[in-house]
């Protein structure tokens, strides 16, 4: 993984523009991510224990907005079932072309790995093929509020029994309270992870137009809305959770 830490908002901005996961957040996602999301760490090696509960043999396991294949490296640790193969998607040029390196990185180093195959496209435009775990890691929050539940719903169509669908999002609270809380308790994990109180304003104000959370019960809703049958949150880390839910 590419070592570089994430300096870019750190000198002051004449204009803030809209956050885009081009080539200057793609050298330093990984560092990016993990000082930015409490949990991250956890959230993602355990996506790899979950997913080996619920893959089914001769099935899809799909990594939806994968970026640098994080999640995939992780499925294809832990998951050991026949036929198996993982399909990861990201409509980031930059973060496929780094991906793929990633991966090619993985199978010379381990043997009998899942066969992964990394498409570049819109998550909202695929086929999906049947599937026994599709994992949204924390891409859901980026994709139009107005088309999450038709995207919910063709994933838990394409889902078979026995599989599971795992969420992971930023979540926004309906009591204030609570809100401003778990806001002001991010804002000191950042801080303690060497971001400046600069780097936090500017960054905000780069992703308050493009990653719009929702709250854990919109989530509940939606996901009962798009025919899944039980939600069962599985890890909260202040406002960052992950969700199982079942066909
Ligand atoms: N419509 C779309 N189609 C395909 N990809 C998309 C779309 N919209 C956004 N993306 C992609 O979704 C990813 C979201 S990051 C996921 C982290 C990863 N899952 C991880 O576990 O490391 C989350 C974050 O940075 O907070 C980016 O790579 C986008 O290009
Ligand atoms: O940085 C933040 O405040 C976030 O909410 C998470 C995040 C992490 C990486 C890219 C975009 C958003």
Sequence with gaps: MSKESDRLFAQPLAQVPDFAFNEDVVRVFPDMIKRSVPGYPTIVENLGVLAAQFAQPNSVLYDLGSS???????????????????????????????????????????????????????ILALEFQPASVVALNFTLQFIAPDQRTALLARIRQSLLPGGALIL?????????????????????????????ELEIAQKRSAIENVMKPDSLEEHRERLLAAGFSKVVPWFQCLNFASLIALP
């Design 168 to 196: 992971s999002e930023k979540l926004r609270f309906n009591d204030p309270e609570e809100h401003a809380l778990l806001t002001d308790l991010h804002v000191a994990f950042k801080r303690a992870n060497g971001y400046s």
């Design 68 to 122: 640098l294949g994080a999640v995939t490296q992780a499925l294809r640790r832990h998951v050991r079932t026949d036929g198996c193969r993982v399909i990861a998607v990201d409509n980031s040029a930059a973060m496929v072309e780094r991906c793929r390196e990633y991966l090619n990185g993985q199978d010379s180093m381990f043997q009998e790995l899942l066969p992964v195959e990394v498409i570049e496209g819109d």
